[in-house]
């Protein structure tokens, strides 16, 4: 009897490594998949690019986190670093006219006009400048032309942290190559966008909060550029868990790659109207 019930339980675990095993190994696969590919050959190098790192703001989206992490991260990459928590350094005409990429964190701030002034000059002559969630997306709500060179602004998340599916729209960018659709709990962010911008993964919304978004498809990642520079986008960044999410952080990691491209690498054809003849 005993030799029968071990038997029993062996044949047991036997079928469910057969019937799970190759969904769990394509999932490992796909993985690997998407963590490896952040150092694909198509994207800029991060080597021995000036990037400056800026973070504050509103300490619910834990900036002094985002910050360390990416720190760490583009140390490894080989970038020569300047970081700073203050705004200030937007002022700074020397390092903002040698620096290749601004890496912003800062959610619901006020920003100076010569602040932003030294900021956007910067991007138009050719800095790149990435980021995401609130800390690029909803940064500074009363600075029209900021929210114009980003290409959007945030304006609802309706239901929280909820969970939501992320679609792929464009496979073919180094960005997004090998990402598939995936689904993650976090912020929705329901975002005003430039119809111009480059859209390479969007989201759905449903009207389970407000019936009169439901269906609504809103881009998650998009690309531009703003003058020479160019801007990367990415709306997921609530909190640092989601930076866990290997899609999420690939698409990150790409994406600040990609920015850092402006001033070595000829401008894209980037524009993909929305609306336009035809549509």
């Keep these: 009897m005993a030799v029968l019930k071990l038997n029993f339980f062996k044949l047991l675990a036997l079928m469910l490594i057969l019937a799970f095993g190759p969904v769990v190994n394509k999932a490992a696969a796909q993985q690997m998949k998407v963590v490896t590919a952040t150092v694909s050959p198509e994207l800029p190098s991060l080597k021995n690019k000036k990037v400056l790192i800026v973070y504050g ?55 100076t006009k010569e602040q932003e002034a030294g900021l956007l000059k910067a991007v138009r002559n050719g800095a790149g400048i990435a980021g995401c969630h609130g800390g690029l997306g909803d940064s500074f709500r009363d ?66 909060q407000n019936d009169w978004i439901d269906r609504a498809v809103i881009p998650v990642v998009w690309k531009k550029y703003y003058g020479l520079g160019r801007v990367f986008y990415l709306s997921i960044g609530h909190s640092p868990d989601t930076f866990e999410v290997p899609e999420v952080w690939a698409m990150l990691a790409r994406g600040v790659r990609w920015a850092s491209g402006s001033k070595y690498l000829p401008k894209e054809e980037w524009m993909s109207p929305v609306y336009g003849p035809g549509r």
């Design 143 to 208: 600075n029209t032309e900021y929210q114009y060179m980003v290409g959007g602004q945030w304006v609802a998340h309706p239901g929280g942290e909820i969970d939501y599916s992320v679609n792929i729209v464009n496979g073919d960018d180094p960005v997004t190559k090998g990402i598939e659709d995936f689904d993650i709990h976090t912020e929705q962010y329901y975002m005003h966008v430039d119809p111009n911008v480059k859209v390479l993964a969007t989201t759905t919304f449903t009207g389970g």
């Design 57 to 111: 703001g509103w300490d619910g989206h834990k900036p002094d986190a985002f910050a360390k992490r990416m720190e760490a991260w583009l140390e490894k990459e080989g970038a020569i670093l300047t970081i700073s928590d203050s705004l200030g350094i937007y002022t700074d005409e020397a390092l903002m006219a040698e620096v290749d990429l601004i890496v912003q964190y800062w959610t619901m701030g006020k920003i």
